[in-house]
Structure formats: structure tokens, C-alpha cells
């Protein structure tokens, strides 16, 4: 089924317009030449402009896919979209590294949708830096970085801390200064990714499909800053696929 093609698997919520969420990363691991697996956190009304209604998938079902799957295949790298809380996802993350202790999994933290829906807060430190002290990548953009730390308001620093514990992309949609410009913080250094153009038009759920490519990159074998361009030049693509919100992905 998956001959010459690694497996990725991507746990996040459904976007019934295949924009955000599981749907779309599917289509981002195909372009990628990777096989995707999914797995949904949640289903939810909205449009692109519109969020309606989310219904959580218990975390017990969510469990048992996640160990029905890694019982059975080689999964090589997990993008992890939206959840409800942070004892949520550390029971994700626990039964991935209990599986698969060499998984690379990569954290795309939306606590709250493009049209303002909040999802998930982070008050409890203790359980996110646990969180983070076991995964690869977390993929913040500038305004989901400072609700890690409400007391620092430059979202830089803030970034730059938290890499002592995971590598940090600071998405730079937000970025005030720099707009489209990308920060990857790790212990092996501070990375910029400049946008190839200043022309691009906005798009529901850009920022999962940038954290899929990530994924799918890093599971091809590319090293985390090369995953990172790699994924930059794919995502600028697809925004710049129509002037819709709602995008096209290409070979």
C-alpha cells in the first residue's frame, strides 16, 4: 500500500471544506509524495468566513487509533491540529512516544480559528512544557505565542524561550514588522525565511498546511530548517493559488 512511501499521520479536526484541518492536510501529504493516515480530534460547522459548531471526538476513541495504528504500520512523523485541552494532547502524546518513541511529531497550536472561535488556552505551564519537552516542532504564529507567556509581550522572546525545550517556527502572518517573514528557533540556531513575494492572498487553514509539509518533509528525511524552506515555498504557492480563502494545491 505504502511502498516507497513513508507514512505520516495527522490528528487534527475536520474542516467539511477541506481547507484546514485533517482534509487538508491529506491533500498536502499527497502532493508530497508521503502516505497520510488521519485521525479527527473534532468535527465542525463553519465556512471559510463562518465558524458554527465543533463536537469533540473523545480522547479514549482518539487512543485507540492512534494504537491501532501504530500496532500495525510504521508511522514515521504526526502533525497534531486542534484539541480541546493540554491533558488532551498529553494523552496523545503519551501513547504516541509509548509506541513509537522515535516519532517526530510536530504541534501546530490553534487556539482559535481565523474567525475568532476559541479552542484550547494554556494556563496550566507544568503540563505544556511537559508536552513540549517530548515533541519536535511547534508551528505558533505571532498572536498563539503570546498566550504561551501573557506576562512577555515581545513574541520573539517569547519563542526563543520556549525552544530550550522543542524548536519553535514563529509564523510571521502576523508579524508586525517583518509580514511573512518565519523565525525557526532551535538549539541549533535562530533561522529566517523570507517570503519570495509580498503578493499573496489569504487563505483559510494556510497555517495547517504549512505544519503538514513540515511533517510530510520530515518524514522524506530533510533536516528541520530544510523541512521548513521546503514547506515556506509550498505554502507561498498555494496562497498564491487564487484570491480566494479557499486554496489549490499542486504537484
Known amino acids: 500500500m505504502s511502498e516507497n512511501r513513508p507514512i505520516v499521520l495527522s490528528i487534527a479536526g475536520f474542516d467539511p471544506l477541506g481547507g484546514a484541518g485533517v482534509l487538508a492536510d491529506i491533500k498536502t501529504f499527497e502532493q508530497h509524495k508521503v502516505y497520510g493516515f488521519a485521525i479527527n480530534t473534532a468535527n465542525t460547522i463553519q465556512t471559510e468566513n463562518e465558524f458554527h459548531r465543533i463536537q469533540w471526538t473523545p480522547i479514549d476513541f482518539v487512543v485507540e ?14 502533525k497534531i491540529g486542534i484539541v480541546p485541552s493540554l491533558g488532551y494532547l498529553n494523552e496523545i502524546i503519551i501513547f504516541l512516544k509509548k509506541h513509537s ?5 510536530i504541534w501546530d497550536p490553534i487556539l482559535k480559528s481565523t474567525t475568532e472561535f476559541d479552542f484550547l488556552t494554556l494556563s496550566n505551564q507544568q503540563i505544556l512544557i511537559d508536552i513540549l519537552n517530548q515533541i519536535d516542532l511547534i508551528t505558533p504564529n505571532f498572536n498563539e505565542i503570546r498566550q504561551f507567556n501573557l506576562e512577555e509581550k515581545n513574541a520573539d522572546t517569547i519563542a526563543n524561550s520556549y525552544s530550550h525545550y522543542c524548536s519553535v517556527l514563529l509564523k510571521g502572518g502576523h508579524n508586525p514588522n517583518e509580514i511573512g517573514v518565519d523565525y525557526l528557533y532551535s538549539q541549533n540556531g535562530i533561522y529566517r525565511y523570507s517570503p519570495k513575494t509580498d503578493n499573496c492572498h489569504e487563505k483559510h487553514g494556510s497555517g495547517c498546511v504549512l505544519s503538514s509539509a513540515i511533517t510530510a518533509n520530515l518524514a522524506l528525511g530533510q533536516n528541520l530548517k530544510t523541512a521548513c524552506e521546503n514547506a515556506k515555498i509550498y505554502t507561498e504557492n498555494y496562497l498564491l ?11
Open 65 to 78: 487509533s492512534i494504537i491501532t495504528f501504530l500496532n500495525n504500520y510504521p508511522v514515521k512523523a504526526v
Open 101 to 105: 518513541p522515535t516519532i517526530k511529531i
Open 241 to 251: 493559488s487564487n484570491s480566494t480563502k479557499l486554496g489549490f494545491h499542486y504537484v
